[in-house]
């Protein structure tokens, strides 16, 4: 499992096969990091680790592989490679799979792709399925769209989120509700991607989560990715299905590197990942703010919690069952998410959660999100409109009283 | 000029009669509707066209043409005519755009393509639909709301869809069809199908934005498009001359070829969009603009009469209806009598009835309905409850 940790605080370095029991030195980092420092690890297939050691302080606040090698490990050792990398892996094995993949989008195809996801698949795809698009997000949302009812499988690029918006008609009314209104006769297989969610300073135009404003639409599925491991397994699985999914990636991701599997895998679009089991809390998150849970999971562990780290990772429909077993054990939770507060994913989380297992809750949720204010510009306030480890750690100690 | 001729029979020189025939001059419709035997026509307005060569004026068709394009139209009319009395008691709710007076623009278009031909066009999309092949029973089923319906039931009056002969609706958003039909095009020219799709939309959707960035890049791609503006003259209530500073909508592709037709008249609207179909598949897209009317109002709640005067209604309908004129070319050639004429229309009427009975009889959709085609059976969309035991709504 790959481990990134936001430039704020120090940056940690571990190799995740080792089972020594060692306080992780800190390192004081001068200023503030433009990057991320990488971190390698081997864990590629499944993240559910071994069985707990109950009552013992568990120092190493990543998941581990309990024994390195267990008999279901890939005999290949795996590859390393950068998120966007691994986007690009799953798009051109699926291109090269089905012929009716093609790719549209602003800049995808000479220029490379603006943070160089669809690189060199132009000149091996050619101009007509790696498709360079003007800037009409609106008209190549539509013929995209339209490509998929006659039976292609496009996958189109908005090069922000923040610019589908200007798509939105298209995406909510053709998009979603033509396999419907249709009576089934059509279906609509596109992935709608791109990079969301608030970035270094971007402003706030570009540092908009959409997550929240597409999850009403009936008739899409929704995905968040976080790893490079589940950004290809991901891609495939959008690609391969016939209902419009919209796969948001992050801008701050795209260069977290990890080793993944030789083999062809692909990951389930409704399934939720066990990042970190616990015994404590259920922390639920998804897309970056993963990383920034990780980190205050280290310091909860210092200070002898037991948290249990679920990247929920389908964002509609929720993985209740995966999120419910974990409720069930842990009766706290707590939803930390990019999103405003106001009608985000955290807030449907919540209602969710709520319905479901209200019996099973010792405390209310705690939602964590974003400041319901457009992203400033400045550093420090954009800093704030996000949510850091630190409150991270204050919420679950608060919530475990 | 065959349309100058008014009266059925006309003794003396007309030279487009056949010449072997039977000792009565009259035919006996069964015998026209299977005669090929080509005739020539004009249109009745020669085409105006932008940066590209005009199509010519002169049509061929025959008996058997005539005859169905009358049966069609005829029976067009008649089902728009029986939707707005099944709206006004109440069976139809929501909104009903009505196509009577427009029927030409389908008609002649069904004639000059295939069914592997894509049409996509708004929500006045009944006829059109009926044009591809749709039945009189699954019109009036969507448009109550039953389960024979075209999109079972779930759609409406604005959502018609035929897959296999290539009608992709049906869409309520003005203008948003046309992104959807320059992707079609694009889909066509990625399978190499030969194949060109045509993008209906209106006088009033033609100022939408999405237009010009979809002509754009189907310029770009070289995208057998046909973008096809049935002009109305009116956007709902506005008129074009309101809505547009400039209303020549065949013109407004700048760099893209352009055709004016009249929409009214079936013929000069076969030969533009076969035109068009050549052009596209060598050329790229091109706009066409049907000079067309409406005689209902926009919708059924619309009266149409507080923007336009009844006479300028009535006015198209004398001068320039389509099935009118269908009728005086029958007649001017001899192909079938008044009566026999008269006995179509009623025949249409008939099936229009037995049709509208046998829609009411259709169930209202199962409630379980409700919750199917939101996704398509995929990679494992089923939403199960909280144990994982009971699956709370399968989707399919």
Redesign the interface.
């Known amino acids: 499992m790959a481990t990134v940790f936001g430039a704020t605080s120090a940056a940690i370095s571990v190799s995740s096969n080792s089972r020594k029991l060692h306080l992780p030195s800190r390192r004081s980092l001068p200023g503030r990091r433009a990057g991320f420092l990488v971190v390698r690890s081997d864990a590629g297939a499944n993240p559910n680790a071994g069985p707990r050691r109950a009552g013992q302080l568990i120092t190493n606040a990543v998941a581990t592989k309990a024994d390195a090698a267990a008999p279901s490990a890939p005999s290949k050792p795996g590859h390393e490679l950068l998120l966007f990398e691994a986007l690009r892996e799953g798009l051109e094995e699926e291109m090269a799979r089905d012929p009716t993949v093609c790719v549209m989008g602003e800049d995808v195809g000479h220029y490379g792709g603006s943070y160089k996801v669809t690189k060199g698949l132009a000149d091996k795809y050619g101009d007509l399925r790696v498709l360079d698009t003007p800037i009409a997000e609106n008209s190549f949302t539509g013929m995209g769209i339209g490509a998929a009812m006659t039976g292609l499988r496009p996958i189109i690029e908005g090069m922000n989120m923040g610019f589908l918006l200007l798509a939105f008609n298209q995406i909510s009314n053709n998009c979603g509700m033509l396999h419907y209104t249709s009576g089934g006769q059509f279906k609509i297989p596109v992935v709608i991607r791109g990079p969301g969610g608030v970035g270094r300073q971007l402003g706030a135009e570009h540092s908009q989560r959409l997550e929240s404003y597409f999850q009403s639409i009936p008739g899409i599925q929704m995905v968040a990715c976080s790893t490079p491991y589940n950004a290809k397994g991901l891609m495939k699985a959008a690609i391969r299905s016939d209902n419009p999914v919209i796969l948001f990636e992050h801008v701050l991701l795209y260069n977290l590197k990890e080793r993944i599997p030789d083999e062809e895998y692909v990951c389930s679009l409704e399934e939720a990942e066990m990042v970190r089991p616990g015994e404590h809390v259920t922390i639920l998150t998804y897309s970056r703010m993963r990383y920034h849970v990780m980190q205050a999971a280290k310091t909860l562990v210092n200070k002898g919690y037991d948290p249990e780290v679920i990247d929920i990772r389908s964002l509609k429909p929720f993985d209740l069952h995966t999120i419910g077993n974990s409720v069930k054990k842990t009766h706290r939770v707590l939803i930390v998410e990019e999103c405003m507060r106001t009608g985000g994913i955290g807030a449907s989380l919540t209602a969710a959660i709520t319905e479901n297992f209200h019996d099973y809750l010792d405390a209310p949720i705690v939602c964590l999100s974003s400041q319901d204010v457009p992203t400033p510009y400045a550093a420090t306030l954009e800093e704030v409109t996000v949510v850091q480890p630190a409150q991270i750690v204050t919420a679950v100690e608060e919530l475990c009283q | 000029m065959a349309l100058s001729r008014l009266s059925s029979s006309a003794p003396g020189s007309n030279l487009l009669k056949p010449l072997t025939s039977a000792p009565s001059l009259r035919r006996s419709f069964s015998a026209a509707a299977d005669d090929s035997t080509p005739i020539t026509i004009e249109t009745s307005l020669p085409f105006t066209s932008h940066v590209c060569d005009v199509p010519s004026r002169t049509v061929e068709t025959s008996p058997k043409e005539l005859m169905k394009f009358f049966r069609d139209m005829a029976l067009m009319r008649r089902m728009e005519i029986a939707a707005d009395s099944l709206y006004k008691s109440k069976l139809i709710r929501g909104f009903c755009h009505l196509y009577d007076g427009q029927e030409a623009v389908a008609i002649g278009m069904e004639a000059a393509i295939t069914k592997k031909d894509?049409i996509?066009t708004a929500y006045r999309d009944h006829c059109t639909f009926l044009g591809r092949g749709g039945t009189l029973l699954q019109v009036f089923s969507e448009l109550m709301g039953r389960q024979g319906?075209?999109?079972?039931?779930?759609?409406?009056s604005m959502?018609f869809?035929?897959?296999d002969s290539g009608f992709?609706?049906?869409?309520?958003?003005v203008g948003?069809q046309?992104?959807?039909?320059?992707?079609?095009a694009?889909?066509?020219?990625?399978?190499k199908d030969e194949t060109v799709t045509f993008a209906l939309y209106g006088d009033g959707a033609a100022n939408q934005?999405?237009l010009f960035?979809?002509l754009?890049?189907s310029a770009?791609?070289d995208l057998p498009a046909i973008l096809v503006c049935e002009n109305n003259h009116y956007g709902m209530g506005t008129a074009e001359w309101r809505a547009a500073k400039s209303p020549a909508y065949y013109k407004r592709g700048d760099y893209v070829p352009g055709l004016k037709v009249d929409g009214m008249d079936v013929f000069a609207v076969k030969q533009a969009c076969k035109f068009a179909k050549e052009h596209a598949l060598k050329n790229g897209p091109i706009i066409l603009e049907m000079d067309t009317y409406r005689y209902h109002g926009h919708s059924m709640s619309d009266p149409g009469s507080t923007y336009r005067t009844r006479d300028e209604i009535s006015g198209v309908r004398q001068e320039r209806d389509p099935i009118e004129r269908i009728r005086k070319l029958i007649f001017a050639h001899d192909i079938a009598t008044e009566k026999e004429l008269k006995d179509i229309e009623k025949e249409m009427r008939k099936e229009v009835d037995e049709a509208i009975a046998q829609a009411k009889e259709s169930p209202m959709p199962d409630p379980s309905e409700l919750f199917?085609?939101?996704?398509?059976?995929?990679?494992?969309?089923e939403?199960?409850?909280?144990?994982?035991k009971e699956v709370r709504a399968v989707l399919?």
Do not use: M
Not at chain 2, 178 to 184: E, S
Not at chain 2, 383 to 388: A, K, N, V
């Open positions: 894509c996509i319906g075209c999109s079972k039931g779930k759609g409406g959502h869809y035929k897959k992709y609706g049906g869409h309520g958003i948003a046309v992104p959807l039909g320059c992707g079609l694009f889909a066509q020219k990625y399978s934005g999405q960035e979809a754009n890049i770009l791609w199917t085609n939101v996704y398509v059976k995929g990679y494992g969309v939403s199960y409850g909280p144990d994982r399919p």
